[in-house]
């Protein structure tokens, strides 16, 4: 079972991670870039998916054919927690060491996409706020470790919840060899 958990953890915190990068410089090296939530969340199901294809092969492969919800859940919050994990050191290691300007870049990139859509004054204001509030939580390490889980992990949980409700078996399954012929 732990070779199957690490194992697909590492691939799902792969892919995960190997976007992550990629829309970060390229975001990075072009503020004026806009992101596509599609697209980030399409990697994260992609990556997420990792959970289902362990749980089954947990299930096929070295469970006869059998698996509880609990035991399928379990498998899917590991690998889950090991590629939220991947995600997290990997983002922290860009920001910290890469591209440590990064909140300066995204702040001044969002305050000039709330003047392009023609915001108030006021609006304009709280949005400052936000900004600054976000910029001075990027200031402890602790909350940025935080925040990036908060990315990553209610996804994974709810991907492992779904795909261990999916594929629980309580019996195994019928060989064809073993239905008496009609």
Not at 106 to 121: Q, R
């Amino acid at each position: 079972m732990r070779k199957n958990i690490l194992t697909f953890g590492l691939l799902s915190g792969a892919i995960i991670t190997a976007m992550m990068v990629i829309t970060s410089l390229y975001f990075y090296n072009n503020p004026d870039y806009q992101g596509s939530m599609i697209l980030g969340f399409g990697t994260m199901l992609l990556a997420f998916s990792m959970i289902f294809v362990a749980i089954k092969n947990y299930r096929d492969k070295f469970n006869n054919g059998v698996i509880t919800f609990g035991k399928g859940f379990t498998i899917g919050l590991y690998i889950a927690l090991i590629a939220s994990s991947i995600y997290v050191l990997v983002w922290l290691i860009e920001f910290y060491c890469f591209i440590p300007d990064f909140m300066d870049k995204y702040s001044a990139h969002m305050l000039k996409t709330a003047e392009a859509k023609g915001s108030s004054a006021a609006e304009l204001a709280k949005e400052v706020a936000d900004i600054n509030s976000m910029k001075g939580l990027y200031k402890n390490p602790i909350f940025v470790i935080l925040l990036t889980y908060v990315e990553v992990l209610p996804l994974a949980t709810l991907v492992a919840i779904i795909s261990a409700l999916i594929l629980k078996r309580k019996t195994p399954p019928q060989n064809i060899s073993d239905i008496p012929a009609v």
